[in-house]
C-alpha cells in the first residue's frame, strides 16, 4: 500500500536553529516524486520543495533541503537557520499514479514550534 | 500566487440539506482537485478533473459529486450533508498530471455540519 508517515505530531525548535522534520514513505513503484507544503495558521498550503524519485541529488530551496535516502524510503525536510515565521504545520506528500492523473498522499502532519 | 479562489470560504449548514463549493481558478490548468481536511488525517483526495466534464473519483469519495463544464470551474456537491463531513475543503490545480508539477492549493473553505 501507498503510505506517507510522519512520525512527529509537534516539535520545538529555537530560533537560528536547524530542524529535521522527519517522512517516511512506501511505495512499490519506482517512479514517484514527494514534496513538503507548509500550512501557517492563516490555513492556506505553501509548496516548499520537490525531490523526484530519479533525482540524483537532494532538492534544495533556500533554506529548505530535502535528506532524500531512498534505501530508507524517507524523505526528511531540514529548515536551516530557523525563524518565528517558519512556525506552521508541515505535511509531507507522495504523488502516485493511477487514473487519468497523478495523485498526492498527504501525511498526517508535523506542528513546529519556532521558540525565541 | 496562483490565481484560485473558493466560494464560500465559511458555511454552516444542517444535516440533510444539500451543499455547493465552487473552485474557480484563472490559470486555465487542466487539473482541478478537491481534498478535505481533518485532523489526525492530513489531507484526502475527495475527486479530480482531469478535463471539463472529465472526473473521477479520490480516495474518500463517498457522499460527494463533482462538476466541471468550464476550465477554470470545479464544484463539489455534498447532495444531503452529515455532520461526518463537517471538514476543511480544499482545491487545487496543477498543470499536468504528471512530473514535477506541484499542485497549487486555494485558500480552503470550512464547513460546519450541524
Request: no cysteine; glycine share 24%.
Given at each position: 500500500a501507498q503510505k506517507i508517515t510522519q512520525t512527529q505530531p509537534g516539535m520545538f525548535v529555537q530560533e537560528k536553529e536547524a530542524v529535521t522534520l522527519d517522512c517516511t514513505y512506501d511505495t512499490s513503484d519506482p517512479s514517484y516524486g514527494l514534496f513538503w507544503y507548509k500550512q501557517p495558521s492563516s490555513g492556506e498550503m505553501i509548496f516548499l520543495i520537490y525531490q523526484g524519485s530519479y533525482d540524483q541529488q537532494n532538492a534544495t530551496e533556500g533554506r529548505y533541503s530535502l535528506n532524500f535516502q531512498k534505501a530508507r524510503k524517507s524523505a526528511n525536510l531540514v529548515i536551516s537557520?530557523?525563524?518565528?515565521?517558519?512556525s506552521a504545520m508541515y505535511f509531507c506528500a507522495m504523488r502516485v499514479y493511477g487514473g487519468a492523473t497523478n495523485k498526492l498522499i498527504f501525511g498526517t502532519g508535523t506542528l513546529l514550534a519556532v521558540q525565541p | 500566487d496562483a490565481g484560485i479562489t473558493q466560494s464560500p470560504r465559511h458555511k454552516v449548514t444542517e444535516t440533510g440539506t444539500p451543499v455547493t463549493l465552487r473552485c474557480h481558478q484563472t490559470?486555465?490548468?487542466?487539473y482541478m482537485y478537491w481534498y478535505r481536511q481533518d485532523p489526525g488525517h492530513g489531507l484526502r483526495l475527495i475527486h479530480y478533473s482531469y478535463g471539463v466534464k472529465d472526473t473521477d473519483k479520490g480516495e474518500v469519495s463517498d457522499g460527494y459529486s463533482v462538476s466541471r463544464s468550464k476550465t477554470e470551474d470545479f464544484l463539489l456537491t455534498l447532495e444531503s450533508a452529515t455532520s461526518s463531513q463537517t471538514s476543511v475543503y480544499f482545491c487545487a490545480i496543477s498543470e499536468?498530471?504528471?512530473?514535477?508539477?506541484e499542485q497549487f492549493f486555494g485558500p480552503g473553505t470550512r464547513l460546519t455540519v450541524l
Open positions: 537557520a530557523s525563524q518565528l515565521g517558519d | 490559470e486555465n490548468h487542466r499536468s498530471g504528471g512530473g514535477d508539477n
